[in-house]
C-alpha cells in the first residue's frame, strides 16, 4: 500500500506539474512572458515539495528519477514504476489542456499546446546541448539539496528556483523541457512536428540527469558549510 501511495503521489504531482506549467504557457505565454511560465514552473514545484515530497520525493521528472536511481537511492523496480506514473501523469495533463483548447475555448498562446521543439531560435544540436545543461543543473540542485541533514526544510524553495531558473533560459530556445514526461504528455495530443522532434527532449534530458548524478557526489564530498563563522567540512577528509 505504501509503494501504491508513492506511485500515486509521482502520477498526480506529474499531472499537476504539466497542467498548472505547460498550462501558464499556453494561456498567458504572450501576456505574461517568459517570467510568468517560469514562475508558474517554479512556484508549482515549490509547493509539490513540500506537499508530496516527504512520500515520494517528489520527483515528478524521469530524469530526476534516473539520477536518483544512479545514486542508489531507489530501486530499478521502483525507479520503472515511477517512470510509469510519470508519463501517465503527464499524458493526462496534456488531454486536459488539448481538451480545453479545442472545446473549452481557450486560445493557445503557443500554437502548439505548449509542446517543446526547436527549429525556430535554435537547432537539433543546439536543443541537445541546451536540454544537457539545464537538466543537469536541475538534477544536480535535487540530488544535492535533497541529501543535506542541515536546513531540510529549503530544499523546495531552492529546487524550484532551480527550475525557474532554467523555464528563464530555456522557454524562448526549445520551450526548455528538463523532463522527458513534460515534453511527451503536450505531444501526444498536439502530433506534428512535436511529436517527431520529442525523442530530443526525452534523450537529452535522461543525459543531463545521469550526468548530474556522476558529478553530485564530488560536490557534496567537497561541500564547506560555515557555521558561526567556522568552516565545517561534510563528507570531506577528517
Known amino acids: 500500500m505504501s509503494d501504491f501511495r508513492r506511485y500515486a503521489a509521482e502520477f498526480l504531482g506529474t499531472l499537476l506539474l ?87 475555448d481557450v486560445a493557445d498562446q503557443t500554437g502548439a499546446l505548449g509542446t517543446n521543439g526547436y527549429g525556430a531560435h535554435i537547432n537539433r544540436g543546439g536543443a541537445a546541448v541546451l536540454e544537457v545543461v539545464l537538466t543537469f543543473l536541475f538534477v544536480l540542485v535535487v540530488l544535492v539539496v535533497t541529501s543535506r541533514s542541515e536546513n531540510p526544510g529549503t530544499a523546495g524553495l531552492a529546487i524550484g528556483l532551480a527550475l525557474a531558473v532554467t523555464q528563464l533560459v530555456g522557454v524562448t530556445l526549445t520551450g526548455a523541457a528538463v523532463n522527458p514526461a513534460r515534453a511527451f504528455g503536450p505531444a501526444v495530443f498536439e502530433g506534428g512536428v512535436a511529436l517527431r522532434q520529442l525523442w530530443v527532449f526525452i534523450v537529452f534530458p535522461l543525459l543531463g540527469g545521469a550526468l548530474a548524478a556522476l558529478v553530485a557526489p564530488m560536490v557534496m564530498g567537497a561541500q564547506r558549510h560555515y557555521w558561526g563563522g567556522h568552516e565545517k567540512s561534510v563528507g570531506g577528509p577528517k
Do not use: C, D, E
Open 18 to 104: 504539466v497542467f498548472f506549467g505547460v498550462g501558464s504557457a499556453v494561456a498567458a505565454r504572450v501576456q505574461g512572458g517568459v517570467v510568468v511560465v517560469a514562475l508558474a514552473f517554479g512556484f508549482v514545484m515549490v509547493a509539490l515539495v513540500y506537499t508530496i515530497g516527504p512520500l515520494s520525493g517528489s520527483h515528478v521528472n524521469p530524469a530526476v528519477t534516473l539520477g536518483v536511481l544512479l545514486s542508489g537511492k531507489i530501486s530499478l523496480v521502483g525507479a520503472v514504476a515511477y517512470w510509469i506514473a510519470q508519463f501517465v501523469g503527464a499524458t493526462v495533463a496534456g488531454f486536459v489542456l488539448w481538451a480545453l483548447t479545442r472545446w473549452g
